[in-house]
């Protein structure tokens, strides 16, 4: 990402809408699907560390990430086991993590070969670990955003179910993300393109403050959406989730 995303992301990670949906989404799985607590769990592109708090109800928490401004946000917010490193060379043990985590970070221009990728988790995953994703979804939502925070490709969940079973993983769970909002999300996006095309706008994220009253509803909002997913999968949103079990 843009250096000053980093320090957007540090600020609001705590409180902004759309990072306490995602919480509570990965929450919601963990809980379900993690029956075994206490191993090592590795994030990768673990970014300002926002999620470390929450891994560490599940085991021992492993971070690395590539940008230096990133890992040093990290350090700030936590105290945990942090390197700088490049996911397309993961430098650990065979078979070391319980539970390891790609949280929008498969997308990213930085990652050569995303299918090496996950073979490589999977030989960093005890018998029986998994892999959790999420991800940026369906290619036309592609805007300044995209550009902002580096995004080289947005998924959709046949394409990256079938990456992960070609990796030898079992899906355990995929679902869309952002269900509820997702015909507001299309709409901004398809604005932001007309902006794009029409004018030179300063590039830079959705990423922002938002009124205290919006930004709480849309909190509950999304809440409620996630505790669904403990029964259903979504047929389409803005992002993804996929948990994927080694063979």
């Given amino acids: 990402m843009l250096d000053r995303e980093y320090e957007i992301m540090y600020r609001l990670e705590?409180?902004?809408?759309?990072?306490v949906a995602k919480k509570k989404y990965i929450e919601i799985?963990?809980?379900r699907h993690l029956k075994d607590r206490g191993g090592n769990i590795l994030d990768v592109g673990?970014?300002?560390?926002?999620?470390?708090?929450l891994f560490k109800r599940y085991g021992r928490v492993f971070g690395m990430d590539r940008h230096e401004a990133a890992?040093?946000?990290s350090r700030q917010r936590n105290k945990f086991f942090l390197i700088k490193g490049d996911a397309n060379q993961l430098p650990f043990k065979k078979g070391s993590f319980q539970l390891i985590t790609l949280l929008d970070v498969l997308y990213h221009q930085h990652i050569l070969e995303d299918e090496e990728v996950l073979e490589q988790i999977h030989e960093l995953l005890a018998p029986n670990g998994f892999i959790l994703?999420?991800?940026s979804a369906f290619e036309f939502l592609r805007s300044t955003?995209?550009?902002a925070v580096m995004a080289r490709h947005r998924y959709t969940l046949r394409e990256l179910k079938a990456k992960l079973k070609s990796s030898h993983f079992f899906i355990q769970k995929s679902t869309y993300l952002f269900f509820t909002i997702f015909p507001a999300v299309v709409i901004s996006r398809l604005l932001g393109k007309l902006n794009l095309f029409f004018f030179k706008p300063v590039i830079?994220?959705?990423l922002k403050m938002t009124n205290p009253y919006l930004n709480k509803f849309l909190a509950g909002l999304l809440s409620w959406e996630g505790s669904l997913l403990k029964h259903i999968a979504f047929p389409w949103g803005s992002s993804l989730l996929i948990l994927g079990k080694k063979r």
């Fill in 204 to 206: 830079h994220s959705d």
């Fill in 145 to 147: 955003h995209d550009i």
């Fill in 133 to 135: 994703i999420t991800d």
């Fill in 14 to 19: 705590n409180s902004h809408w759309w990072f």
């Fill in 46 to 53: 673990c970014g300002t560390g926002g999620m470390v708090e």
């Fill in 71 to 73: 890992c040093e946000y």
């Fill in 29 to 31: 799985i963990l809980d």
